[in-house]
């Protein structure tokens, strides 16, 4: 049987009536039809990304859409602080200097939290710095970084913009972009939007836009300036990933039924089963702030966290992530970000349960899911949103 429950933070699960619409006959892009279609997913994006601003949609992945949020907003030159504590906020540093861009690195322990006074102190000594990254839900360790008091800093420090990595935070978080002062917020289609990997969203904010250098170095196919002008008319400047488009259009609009709180309420109680029932089975928490799209664990002593992902594919068919980087023998990461039904979630640690002891870590049968299982009995009926 090659039946898998897809169970990593990405990419997620595409919901039936999202895949059948991309089975549909192929519209063209410059069509009416597509159009209407793409007025829609501009609306919805700006509805979860809470912006009056205009979020422009890339065909590339979410690292694509950063570099592009990074590189047109920055001369050559520059300088940039990146806040890191996980593989994908350093990512920034990396990007960054591919451009010989000056950059900064607020090292972060993998595991923990931002502190925003030690951001504080790195802007308090440099007046130059033209933007601030942070990765807001930092997949690879399961932490979700203080913004609101991050983007305190850094405009009570600085005249930089802050620009955030909201790939795994948006659609799971309450992410009120224009309210915090993000000045731009990347998302990717893969992630709690359910839609196929292949698209990258940029929010930008007016203040963003005012500023933008002249010499800036955003290229050719990632100058957001000419894409922000052809999709204020409802088309992109080149050929979009159209099935992945059509696809979004009815995520999203499955999103705005089920309400922006409910969808949040949604990710928090199925984080809170998923960590409840890990640390029923005796396994511990790695993030010290967790996110709630994915609940990064440490492996038990004794059992490498690689033989406990191969066991979940191949005897249990439930994919689940390792660890990144040196973290790659200790870590295990679940994913429950996206349209996860509670049944799930519930699939996801009773297998673990039954993985763990195939690989001789003691836990009572059905543990887990008792656990899991409580926290959905004891959530009250008006803190509990529909199912989607």
Partial sequence: ???????????????????????KRLIHHR??????????????????FQTDEDVITLTSSGTGAFEAAMT???????????????????????????????VVEMDVEWGEAADPAQLADILADREDVSMVTVTHSETSTGVLHPLEDLADVVQRESSAL?????????????????????????????????????LGFVAVSARAWRRQPDDHLGGYYFDL??????????????T?????????DVTLDMMRDEGRRSVFERHRLNAEATRTAVDAVGLELFGARPSNAVTAVLAPDGIPAPQIVDRMNDTYGAVIAGGQKHMSSEL???????????????????????????????????TATAAAQRVYTNASHQDVPSEP
């Fill in 1 to 23: 049987m090659d039946e898998h429950h897809l169970l990593a933070p990405g990419p997620t699960p595409v919901p039936e009536n999202a895949r059948l619409a991309m089975a």
């Fill in 31 to 48: 069509s009416d039809e597509f159009r209407e279609v793409f007025r829609r997913v501009r609306s919805g994006l700006q509805w979860i």
């Fill in 72 to 102: 047109n907003f920055l001369s050559p030159g520059s300088t940039v602080v990146v806040v890191g504590g996980g593989k994908f906020g350093e990512r920034w540093a990396d990007v960054a200097r591919r451009y010989d861009l000056d």
């Fill in 162 to 198: 802050l620009a955030v990595d909201g790939i795994t935070s948006v659609g799971v978080h309450d992410v009120p972009m224009d309210e915090l002062g993000v000045d731009v917020l990347v998302g990717g289609s893969q992630k709690a939007f359910g839609a196929p990997p292949g």
């Fill in 225 to 238: 300036s000419r894409e922000r002008r052809r999709q204020s008319q409802d088309q992109t400047a080149f």
């Fill in 240 to 248: 979009p990933g159209i099935s992945q488009v059509l696809a979004l």
């Fill in 332 to 366: 295990l990461r679940l994913g429950h970000i996206g349209f996860f039904r509670r049944t799930d979630i519930l699939t996801m640690v009773s297998s673990l349960e039954l993985c763990l002891r195939d690989l001789g870590h003691s836990a009572d049968a059905g």
